[in-house]
């Protein structure tokens, strides 16, 4: 397949190749989300099919320090509740504590505006991306990693960061596509252990083989079946490239939903893609359609 199957449901687990397991911990902290979004509420959201999921992505920010409440007089104030919020001066009602900005890929936040992510030092540059809004491609990321050559954000129309997809690096790889399989098994694993829900989604090749067999009158003749072709067999790679394969895999925890593709450009050069959506920002503005219509 020419172009990335990325971004969400699975079947099938992949062992953890040797050596996977010492980049757990960097991987967590450079590119997943943190344990605070997995601790987060996990609402009952509706999440489209894996492939429509595909066709929506999302993007990355940073945001500054919660801001602490001050109160205009003390005495006003009859006792602090013991949730962590304050009351109000006027009328002792609870102030609801600020949410904490939720922690994205790469050292971004989701949520935040194109300038709050260009205060944390990103540089960004407008990327032509007519399926999506406000996108940008990426340089000076707060945590970065070397599988990726290009990071791209997607804020759309409210200018909030809600898709993050991430490019692999090019692999000059064999027939078999070993290569980006190894890459895709490594962060299959690490996926499925930050997100859960894996599903793995596989297409394979069809074939038609000739077959010679012997009827019931003894006489023989040839048919021709249908053949499937596995999982990295020797013309994986040029099926992945002429699009008659494809395999990926989706992960979601009902806040942040991730898919990770395996891809081959027309230059047979293979890797691998991840696309994040952030699904509560997804929901909100569909609600917020909803509301304007």
């Known amino acids: 397949m020419k172009k990335g199957l990325l971004l969400l449901n699975l079947a099938l687990f992949w062992p953890m190749p040797a050596g996977a397991a010492e980049d757990v ?4 902290q450079n590119l997943l989300v943190t ?33 602490i409440v001050r109160l205009p007089n003390r005495d006003a104030v009859k006792a602090a509740p013991s949730d962590g919020s304050t009351l109000s001066a006027s009328n002792t009602q609870p102030i609801a504590k600020q949410e904490r900005p939720a922690a994205a890929p790469f050292g971004l936040i989701w949520g935040a505006s194109v ?33 990726f050559r290009d990071v791209v954000l997607t804020f759309g129309v409210n200018d909030r960061l809600w898709r993050i997809i991430a490019y692999g690096n090019f692999i000059k790889d064999d027939a078999s596509a070993s290569g980006v399989l190894k890459i895709y098994r490594q962060y299959f694993n690490l996926l499925s252990q930050k997100y859960g829900n894996a599903q793995e989604f596989y297409t394979p090749n069809i074939i038609n083989v000739d077959k010679t067999v012997t ?25 992945l490239e002429n699009g008659t394969a494809e395999l990926y895999a989706t992960f979601e925890n009902g806040t942040i939903g991730a898919a990770l593709g395996v891809n081959v450009d027309g230059n047979g050069q293979s890797y691998i893609t991840v696309d994040y959506k952030n699904l509560k920002l997804m929901k909100e503005r569909e609600a917020e359609m909803l509301n304007a219509l």
Do not use: C, W
Request: glycine share 4%; aromatic share 6%.
């Open 215 to 239: 009827d019931e009158r003894g006489k023989q003749k040839t048919i021709t079946e249908q053949k499937k072709q596995p999982l990295g067999n020797p013309d994986f790679l040029q099926e």
């Open 35 to 67: 344990d605070e979004v997995i601790a987060a509420e996990n609402e009952d959201i509706a999440i489209e099919n894996a492939r429509k999921m595909l066709d929506t992505k999302p993007k990355i920010l940073k945001m500054k320090d919660n801001k």
């Open 115 to 147: 300038k709050e992510t260009e205060n944390l030092g990103v540089t960004l540059t407008p990327a032509g991306e007519k399926d999506y809004m406000n996108n940008y491609t990426t340089k000076n990321l707060p945590n970065s990693l070397h599988d």
């Open 25 to 28: 911990s960097d991987f967590y």
